[in-house]
C-alpha cells in the first residue's frame, strides 16, 4: 500500500477515534418520597444505617461470629472470586485498545523442479483496529460496569452475611431462653405431680388433680428435646454460615439483655439509592446495558484496522534477516453490507436489555422504600407488643402466686393452679420469641438501610481483635 495512503489512514482513524455513537447513560428519573411511611418524625440526614455493624450489636460473642464469618464464609469467597472474573474480563475488553502482536516461525521441505530444498520462515505480525465509533471504548465501559457491579455485589453479600450471622444468633439466643424456661415449669410441674401422687396414695388428693398434674408434666417436658433439637439444628445453620465445622457456638448477653434502640432514625429516602448495595449493582447492571447499546450501534459501521509484518523467508537460517528479510504495511476497512437484518436485531435486542434492567432498577428501588417503610412499622408494632406482653407475663406471675395462697387457704382447688402456671409458661414462651422477632426485625432493618454503607471493605471486615 502506498505510504501516502497509509498515512491518510492513520490520520483519518485518529481524528475520528473521538467519536462515540450510541446513548450516553443517564439515571431513569426516579420520584422518591418525602419520608418513609411509617416514620414518626420529620426526616433527617442522619440514618441508622450510618452506623458500622459492631456499634449496633452490643455483643462480644456475635460481634466475634459475625467477624469470623466474614474472613471465612462461603458466599464472601465465592463474592470476591466473581470481582476477579470482572477484573480479568475488563482486562480483555481493554487489551483491545491496543496493538495484537503475535510472532509465527516455520520450517518446510519440498521437492521443486527436482531439487529438494529446506526453507525456514520467521515473522512478527502487527494488528491494530482503530476505535472511529467508539465501539472498542463503549466495550470498554460496558466491562467497567460489570466490574463495578460485582463489587457491589460483594458488599451486598458483606452485609447480607451480617444480617444472616445476628438473626441466626438472635433465634438460637431465643430457642435458649425458651429452653430455659420449658425446664423451669417442667421441674415445677414435677414437683407438684410429686406432691399430688403422694396424697392420692394418702387418700388426700383426688385422681382428677393428679391426672392433670401428670398430663401438664408430660406436656410441658415433650418441648424440651424438640427445644434441644432446634438448638442444635440452629448451632449446625450457624456453623455453616461461619465457614466451619457443625459443633457448639459460643453464647455472650441474654436475649433480654441485647441492645434495642428506641427510636432507628432511617434517613432520606432519596439517600437510600448511594447506601443500599444492591441498588447500586442494579444502577451498574443498567450502565453495562446502555454501553452495550452502543457497542450495537457502532456495528452498523465499517471498521478500520492497520496491520503490519517484519520478518525473513530463506532456505537458510543465517539468511532470514539478510538477503531473506521480508516487510508489510496494510489497512483496510470492513463495512458491513448485507446482513439479513442481523445487525438491525442484535440492536433491537441490546436495547430490549437495557429497558429491562431499567425496570429491574425501578423496581428495586421501589421494593427498597417499601422494605424500609414495612422495617420501620414492624419493628415499632413489635415493642408495642412485647410491653404488653410483658405485662401479661407479669399478671400471669402474679396469678400463679395467688392461685397458690388460694389453694394453700383452702380457697381453691389445685387445678386453678395449674391452669395458672399453664398460662404463665405459655405467656412466657411467647414474649421470648416476640423479643427475638423485635431483635430480627433491627436486623433486617439495618440491611435495608443499607447499613455501614460508609465503610470502606477493609473496615467492614475490621478482625476482632480490633474492635472496641
Known amino acids: ?26 439515571r431513569p428519573p426516579l420520584a422518591a418520597p418525602e419520608q418513609f411511611r411509617g416514620e414518626t418524625g420529620p426526616a433527617e440526614a442522619a440514618s441508622f444505617a450510618d452506623q458500622a455493624w459492631w456499634e449496633v450489636f452490643d455483643d462480644e460473642a456475635l460481634e466475634g461470629l459475625i467477624a469470623e464469618a466474614l474472613q471465612n464464609g462461603y458466599d464472601i469467597r465465592l463474592a470476591a472470586w466473581r470481582v476477579e472474573e470482572a477484573r480479568a474480563a475488563a482486562g480483555l475488553a481493554r487489551s483491545q485498545r491496543f496493538p495484537a502482536v503475535q510472532a509465527t516461525a516455520g520450517w518446510s521441505r519440498g521437492r521443486v523442479a527436482g531439487v529438494t530444498e529446506d526453507l525456514y520462515d520467521v515473522n512478527l505480525g502487527v494488528a491494530w483496529e482503530i476505535d472511529l465509533w467508539g465501539r472498542i471504548r463503549r466495550l470498554n465501559e460496558a466491562a467497567r460496569a460489570d466490574v463495578l457491579a460485582t463489587e457491589e455485589a460483594r458488599r451486598g453479600v458483606l452485609l447480607s452475611l451480617v444480617s444472616e450471622v445476628a438473626t441466626s444468633y438472635f433465634q438460637l439466643r431465643e430457642l435458649d431462653l425458651e429452653l430455659e424456661i420449658a425446664r423451669r415449669s417442667a421441674g415445677t410441674f414435677q414437683e407438684t405431680y410429686d406432691l399430688f401422687n403422694r396424697r392420692l396414695k394418702a387418700g388426700a388428693a383426688s385422681g382428677l388433680e393428679t391426672a392433670s398434674a401428670g398430663a401438664t408434666l408430660a406436656s410441658t417436658q415433650s418441648v424440651i428435646p424438640d427445644l434441644e433439637r432446634l438448638i442444635v439444628e440452629e448451632e449446625n445453620r450457624l456453623s455453616f454460615l461461619l465457614g466451619r465445622h457443625p459443633g457448639p457456638v459460643a453464647r455472650g448477653a441474654e436475649l433480654a439483655d441485647q441492645l434495642l434502640p428506641p427510636e432507628i432514625p432511617p434517613g432520606l429516602p432519596s439517600d437510600l439509592l448511594q447506601r443500599r448495595p444492591d441498588l447500586r449493582e442494579a444502577e451498574q447492571r443498567l450502565v453495562a446495558a446502555n454501553a452495550d447499546v452502543g457497542v450495537a450501534a457502532a456495528d452498523f459501521f465499517p471498521r478500520l484496522s492497520l496491520t503490519g509484518a517484519l520478518g525473513g523467508l530463506a532456505p537458510e537460517v543465517e539468511d532470514l534477516f ?37 425496570v429491574r432498577y425501578e423496581a428495586s428501588v421501589t421494593n427498597a422504600f417499601a422494605e424500609v417503610s414495612t422495617g420501620l412499622v414492624t419493628y415499632q408494632k413489635l415493642a408495642e407488643s412485647e410491653r404488653e406482653q410483658a405485662r401479661a407475663a407479669d399478671s400471669y406471675r402474679q396469678a400463679v402466686r395467688l392461685s397458690n395462697e388460694r389453694y394453700i387457704s383452702g380457697l381453691a382447688d389445685y387445678l386453678e393452679v395449674l391452669q395458672a402456671q399453664r398460662q404463665q409458661l405459655a405467656a412466657e414462651s411467647s414474649l421470648a420469641r416476640t423479643r427475638f422477632d423485635r431483635l430480627a426485625s433491627l436486623v433486617q432493618l439495618y440491611k435495608a438501610l443499607g447499613g455501614g454503607w460508609r465503610l470502606a471493605d477493609q473496615e467492614f471486615e475490621r478482625n476482632v481483635a480490633t474492635l472496641p
Open 1 to 26: 500500500m502506498n505510504r501516502k495512503i497509509l498515512a491518510f489512514l492513520i490520520l483519518l482513524g485518529a481524528t475520528l477515534a473521538g467519536c462515540t455513537v450510541g446513548p450516553e447513560y443517564q
Open 322 to 358: 539478510g538477503d531473506g528479510k521480508t516487510w508489510s504495511v496494510g489497512g483496510g476497512l470492513l463495512s458491513p453490507l448485507f446482513q439479513g437484518k442481523r445487525l438491525q436485531d442484535q440492536h433491537r435486542a441490546a436495547v430490549a436489555r437495557w429497558e429491562q434492567e431499567k
